[in-house]
């Protein structure tokens, strides 16, 4: 957000707060059993978590030529990986003989990968290199039995990866970085305003929940339960009144208000701290909730493991100019994710599962100050409709 954009959300939040309101926006409802259904799944998994960039790590977990991760989007299991040569690269971790996982470790460091089942080796540009005993596969071309590669790119500090392009782009870097711009609609230039690329992943947690993985994203699309759910935890930081929000594209952003938002009225617009004073936070459809604290950035991506089941992986993302010693940023961490995040909105995620569960209602409802919620879904159902 620029500068005048944040004064002039400042404002609209200011005035809220004088008429102890917040914004509202529209209501609906949302359909049980799209939280329990085996064809619900299935059909998110084919469309959601093939055909939309989703955010599989932070640039600064491969900074270093020969670095990789694994991870499963959705039942795709993938290898990040940088190449020797500098180059980011996206491979299905599944061999080309009989489809063993290359490596099952969750990062690491390499120049080659090697199967475990019957050691075929492939260099790190996905080529495949050798095969023990090839006189047994007498018409077997290498070149033709590289690793499958999918489509990645960079954009505002994270390594995007679509899985299923639905519409074929080039695989130019210059055209895959338009696509992705195309498709956040405005909120690259937040994350570049927020200094996103000039940040390093300090720590990481993964859990997994027995729930569906869209309501890890409710609960982490809308402040409505602030002073209930977080009142022993991180209510006491925000006012009841003053959050925004709005729709970008298929995303949302949403501004809560911290009780330092107060201080504006005795201080010049000039020296009006929006980062202090509010917490934004970011629904990245499909499956990612970007959670900006005043001197860190929580990064929370979502991949479903089943009806009722997730994996959430947490990042702590902080400025890499940050000196802080190294136990303030553990214990900040710490509290969110174990106290707040874990404790707290996984918790009560697992807790509504099981109500999904019993199907004693098919519908819930959403009010006026949880419509990034309702957004999420209506985009949830338009892509599966498509
Ligand atoms: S499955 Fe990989 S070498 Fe056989
Ligand atoms: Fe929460």
Request: a negative charge; aromatic letters at 10%; proline letters at 5%.
């Amino acid at each position: 957000m620029q500068q005048e954009h944040r004064i002039e959300t400042l404002k609209r939040m200011l005035t809220l707060i004088e008429e102890k309101t917040s914004i509202m926006g529209e209501t609906g409802t949302i359909e049980v059993s799209h939280y329990t259904s085996k064809d619900r799944l299935a059909d998110e998994l084919n469309t959601l978590f093939l055909e939309y960039p989703v955010i599989v790590a932070h640039s600064s977990q491969l900074s270093e030529p020969g670095s990789f991760i694994t991870l499963d989007i959705g039942h795709i299991p993938i290898i990040v990986n940088r190449d020797r040569l500098g180059i980011l690269r996206v491979f299905l971790n599944s061999c080309r003989h009989r489809g063993a996982k290359l490596t099952e470790k969750p990062c690491g460091k390499a120049k080659a990968f090697k199967c475990p089942y019957h050691a075929w080796g492939y260099m790190d540009d996905g080529s495949l290199k050798f095969v023990p005993s090839n006189n047994a596969f007498p018409s077997l071309e290498l070149e033709q039995h590289g690793l499958k590669e999918l489509s990645v790119t960079e954009v505002a500090g994270f390594i995007w990866v679509v899985p299923k392009l639905k519409a074929p782009i080039s695989e130019e870097p210059e055209n895959k970085e338009v696509y992705i711009r195309h498709y956040l609609a405005g909120i690259d230039k937040d994350l570049e305003h927020f200094g996103l690329k000039n940040h390093v992943r300090r720590v990481s947690d993964i859990q997994k929940p027995k729930c569906n993985w869209k309501l890890i994203i409710d609960a982490f699309s809308e402040g409505y339960h602030l002073k209930s759910l977080h009142k022993d935890s991180v209510e006491s930081f925000f006012l009841e009144h003053g959050s925004v929000f709005q729709k970008m594209g298929k995303h949302s952003r949403s501004v809560g208000a911290r009780k330092d938002i107060l201080k504006a009225k005795s201080l010049p617009e000039s020296e009006w701290d929006f980062r202090s004073w509010t917490t934004p936070f970011y629904t990245l459809f499909p499956n990612t909730v970007l959670v900006f604290h005043p001197d860190w950035v929580s990064r929370i991506t979502v991949f479903p493991d089943g009806t009722d089941q997730c994996v959430v992986f947490h990042d702590m993302l902080v400025p890499e100019d940050a000196n802080l010693k190294a136990s303030y940023w553990d214990k900040t961490f710490k509290l969110i994710n174990q106290q707040v995040f874990a404790a707290e909105d996984i918790a009560i995620c697992e807790n509504i599962q099981s109500a999904a569960r019993s199907g004693a209602d098919t519908h819930w409802v959403t009010g006026g100050l949880e419509t990034p919620v309702l957004w999420f879904h209506q985009e949830c159902n338009a892509a599966l409709e498509s």
